[in-house]
Each structure stands twice: as structure tokens, then as C-alpha cells.
Nanobody, 125 residues
Framework: QVQLVESGGGLVQTGGSLRLSCGAS????????MGWFRQAPGKEREFVAA????????RYADSVKGRFTISRHNANNTVYLQMNTLKPEDTAVYYC??????????????????WGQGTQVTVSS
């Protein structure tokens, strides 16, 4: 079973950038779909981005398209979320997740079976 650990969160001003990392244990990282979700205070967790492999186009929530980029590096078992032009509404706890699909970059929580502990991102106005 894979285990996930996020890092890279913090406090940033509007318009700034952050890069989140999610390190995974286990030997079969390349077999997993990897996703990023976030949960703002008082709101439900929502999909942000997902990637399966270099042969499948990543998927993004409309709210982050053009600003966020997901990438995965199977050699070091890590998935990244580069976040640019951050807005106060991006403030949330960000979670990475692993799913079993090697074909589809899922956008729903039920498509992922393993979750990290989350990392806080706060964007000040």
C-alpha cells in the first residue's frame, strides 16, 4: 500500500507562487493515478488536478486552469503541484491522493484510495 506525504504549503501574498510536493512510498508509484484536492474552511473537499502518465493529458478544475500545473516524476516517486498567480480563494488544505487507474485521471474522491495528511496553503489579500 502506498503512503503519501505532502509538503510545500505556506503563506503567500496574492499573485505569488508555491510548489507543493507529494512523496510516495512503495515500488509501484508509476501505476497510480495521482490527484490533488483541496478543502477550504467550511467547504467540502474539491478536485484540483490529476495526472496519470505522460501519455495522458492532465486534468484540472476550471478554477485553476492556466495557473496550476501538475507534474509527476516516477523516478523519485513524487508528484508536484506548481501554483502560480495565487488568489485568496485558493486558501485551503491541499491533499494529494493515489488511485488505481493507470488510464483515467479521476476527478472524484471515490476514485482515490490513499490520501496524504494535507498541507495548508494561505493566500493573503
Amino acid at each position: 500500500q502506498v503512503q503519501l506525504v505532502e509538503s510545500g504549503g505556506g503563506l503567500v501574498q496574492t499573485g505569488g507562487s508555491l510548489r507543493l510536493s507529494c512523496g510516495a512510498s512503495g515500488r509501484t508509484f508509476s501505476h497510480y493515478a495521482m490527484g490533488w484536492f483541496r478543502q477550504a474552511p467550511g467547504k467540502e473537499r474539491e478536485f484540483v488536478a490529476a495526472a496519470v502518465s505522460t501519455r495522458v493529458r492532465p486534468r484540472y478544475a476550471d478554477s485553476v486552469k492556466g495557473r496550476f500545473t501538475i507534474s509527476r516524476h516516477n523516478a523519485n516517486n513524487t508528484v508536484y503541484l506548481q501554483m502560480n498567480t495565487l488568489k485568496p480563494e485558493d486558501t485551503a488544505v491541499y491533499y494529494c491522493a493515489a488511485g488505481d487507474s493507470a488510464i483515467v485521471a479521476g476527478t472524484e474522491e471515490y476514485e482515490y484510495h490513499t490520501w496524504g495528511q494535507g498541507t495548508q496553503v494561505t493566500v493573503s489579500s
